[in-house]
């Protein structure tokens, strides 16, 4: 089993950055991918940014295009989320999902970002 820590999420004004951070532990040797989502309330869960973790491939969904970076520490088994130019629309909860080789996966608690404009 795979546990994973967020952290991160907070207040910032429209226009400025955040860096989400997601710490995996427990079984960790088995892991395949990370990746983050975000869901408003009443909305379907939209995938963000994603790492193979196994090639160090990293891909993007059509929200983070440009403004957001997704990166990594190997030996923290952590990947990270760069927000830049945040927007009102992004205001929403964060979270992040890792997936094992055995097509298990598992989902932080969630990171809240809040925008002010």
């Known amino acids: 089993q795979v546990q994973l820590a967020e952290s991160g999420g907070g207040l910032v004004q429209s226009g400025g950055s955040l860096r989400l951070s997601c710490a995996a532990s427990?079984?960790?040797?088995?892991?395949?991918?990370m990746a983050w989502y975000r869901q408003a309330t009443g909305k379907e869960r939209e995938f963000v940014a994603g790492?193979?973790?196994?090639?160090?491939?990293?891909r993007y969904g059509y929200s983070a295009k440009d403004r957001f970076t997704l990166s990594r520490d190997v030996a923290e088994t952590t990947i990270f989320l760069q927000m830049n130019s945040l927007r009102p629309g992004d205001a929403t909860t964060y979270y992040c999902?890792?997936?094992?080789?055995?097509?298990?996966?598992?989902w932080g608690q969630g990171a809240q970002v809040t925008i002010s404009s």
């Open positions: 999902r890792a997936e094992n080789k055995y097509y298990e996966d598992c």
């Open positions: 427990g079984s960790t040797f088995s892991l395949y991918d």
């Open positions: 790492i193979r973790w196994t090639t160090g491939n990293i």
